[in-house]
């Protein structure tokens, strides 16, 4: 059959049997020609042979549509099979048997354009049969369904983002009756679609907004198109709930506001989580008081509402006395326990408008407002000395307290927050100087004192950074042979202006700043490797002692860093002395009682220096590991005028003896003191009568005089 037969047979009627004059059959062909040449659908027909289907013909349409000239349709079996998409070709081809069993078939699919791309089709078939019933041809029409297909696929996605959002969707019409919800609405509301449609949203109001929160929202749209911002609403239970709300207005062609679209999702999780944070950036979390940076807000609000106002202002700096002792000796959960209960009793002496806030670890701010005298902060002051010093019973233990406090009154001795805080401040280092458990005003004579501890903290912290200390070093002679038995190191801070400075004006700050321990460590590494350098040179030294703080046997890192430097060094560890103070023992926590262990465990001895300046025991001597007592200086320098001091010294001597400890006595500095130390039994002694401390070059040469009997 030709294409022009193919032709003739889909406009032949089959309801007469009548057959078109030639004339007719022209013109009847030149209009149907038109009508395909004008129809979008691609028009064709085909035939089954050998088991595929065989385009006879094909419209025009079908370069248009599909990319494909007539010639690369007709007559080639594979084109159309070839052509559809691979994941529709299975099913397109199970549906063909439809077509030979009701005579019409309908199917949709991808089919590939020349150019490589797909695009969707929609194939309608009709099964062409002769006089006899018999199959004839195919005639098909396929017609480009792509854009259809998009938009069903659109509508499928925004269908699944409307049920499947995470933020509750309303529509409403132009009047802003709703006209679909989706699930999340209803979660977030408690609202079903079927309670809301044809509704206004103003079931979902609360009273939190006022008339002209809603006109601004109104406004927004009527002038943008969008509104968004915080909204609290209402539950169908009544429970009120904080949400973003963004409202977009939909227009159609003409510009006419057709519908609104809303989303709204729940704030609640972030406004808790919010807050948490604010709490946390502005609370101590351990005692639930504000923090330094409330405290630093509110202290500035004060101050403007008291100029405002002409009022005073008091400002109160707390410091706990031996808090950190507390701590070390007892732990830190108690005393963390310990803090808990301070800031309750703080804020029972304060008003509820006034702020006590937790200004450092054992540092408490308090701020007065709206006084009309200073002596009222005076009082608030007195009154929290008070309720501190009461006992706290935690764990069934009575612990004991006291505070330094400073106090500054605005504007009276302040022009701003930052000063009055520096002047409370250093009102409370003055308290705790004149003997702690007191409050301290702040005055114009305190300054120069507090600078003067400043200057001096100052310049100790560059000391270390710049190399400024050295040891000294002083013999330990052995009483009966007249010969050094030993040296101690003893350190000694060249001050660029000031000169040699004693340890006595500057290791309390060392101890009190931390700077003691890094100190500590470098007098400990430094005399041991200048002894060590001795020795290589054949220079005597049979004993080395150093003076060790008690912050430096709080580091737990203490007894390590020992016995790294005596293995560095190579010195060993029986001819090293650590002395240490009576009042290390005295508030001996179980921690450094361990570490002195420790230390005696690794070989190396203990002696108790200043032993008789007011804190002796025979206790200690039982209870602590200590191989040697140094008698104090102050009983040495009265011995030979003294009977009593004579009497104690000796009685310490036997005492000692008996407890198999060796005894030295310091301050040595006359013959005759030498002579009855000698007599009494005193092992070694110490002092200027055989030699001042001295740099390690000058030790040395006294050392070569000694070694000659010079």
Known sequence: MSNQGGIYTLIHNSSSSKILDPALRVETKARLEFVLKMTPAVLYTCQFRDDAFVATYVSDRVHQQMGYSRQDCLNNPEFWVKNIHPDDREAVLAGMPELFENDHHIHEYRFRHKDGHYYWVRDELTL?????????????????????????????????????????????????????????????????????????????????????????????????????????????????????????????????????????????????????IWYQANFDLLTGLPNRHLFTDRLHCAFSQSARQNKKVGLLFIDLDRFKWINDSLGHQTGDRLLQCVAKRLTSCVRNEDTVARFGCDEFTVILLDLTTAEEAEIIAQKCLDVLARPFLIDKQEIYITASIGLNNYPDAADDAGTALRNADIAMCQAKDDGRNRYRCYTQDI???????????????????????????????????????????????????????????????????????????????????????????????????????????????????????????????????????????????????????????????????????????????????VDVLKIDRSLVTGINASSDDAAIVEAITVMAHRLGIEVTAEGVERNEQKLLLESIGCDCGQGYYWSKPLPAAAFEAWLARAEQGE
């Open 447 to 625: 300054l120069p004192q507090i600078e003067s501890r400043l200057l001096m903290e100052r310049e100790l912290r560059q000391a270390f950074e710049n190399k400024q200390f050295v040891v000294y070093f002083q013999p330990v002679i052995n009483l009966k042979l007249g010969k050094g038995v030993g040296v101690e190191a003893l350190i000694r801070w060249q001050h660029p202006e000031r000169g040699i400075i004693p340890p006595a004006e500057f290791i309390q700050l060392a101890e009190e700043t931390g700077l003691i321990i890094p100190i500590g460590e470098w007098v400990l590494k430094r005399s041991l490797d200048q002894v060590k350098s001795w020795l290589a040179r054949g220079i005597p030294v049979s004993k080395l002692s150093v003076n060790v703080s008690g912050v430096q046997l709080k580091d737990a890192r203490f007894v390590d860093k020992l016995n790294q430097m005596l293995i560095s060094s190579q010195f060993p560890a029986n001819k090293l002395i650590l002395e240490i103070t009576e009042s290390i023992l005295l508030k001996a926590s179980e921690e450094v009682s361990n570490r002195l262990q420790a230390i005696k465990a690794s070989n190396i001895n203990i002696a108790l220096d200043d032993f008789g300046t007011g804190y002796s025991s025979i206790t200690y001597l039982k209870s602590f590991p």
């Open 128 to 276: 062409v049969k002769d006089a006899q019933g018999c199959p004839v041809e195919i005639v098909g029409v396929w017609i480009d369904i792509t854009d259809r297909k998009q938009l069903e696929e659109s509508r499928r996605l925004a269908a699944a983002v409307f049920d499947n959002a995470n933020e509750a969707i309303m529509v409403t019409d132009s009047q802003f009756r709703i006209s679909a919800v989706n699930q999340e609405f209803e979660a977030l509301t408690g609202y079903s679609e079927r309670e809301m449609l044809g509704q206004m949203p103003r079931a979902l109001s609360s009273d939190y907004h006022d008339v002209s929160f809603y006109r601004a929202i109104d406004n927004g749209l009527k002038r943008n198109g969008k509104w968004q911002g915080e909204i609290w609403s209402k539950r169908k239970n009544g429970d009120l709930f904080p949400g973003w709300l963004s409202i977009t207005a939909i227009r159609d062609d003409k510009e006419q506001v057709t519908e609104h679209v809303a989303l709204l999702s729940d704030m609640t999780t972030r406004k808790q989580d919010e807050q948490k």
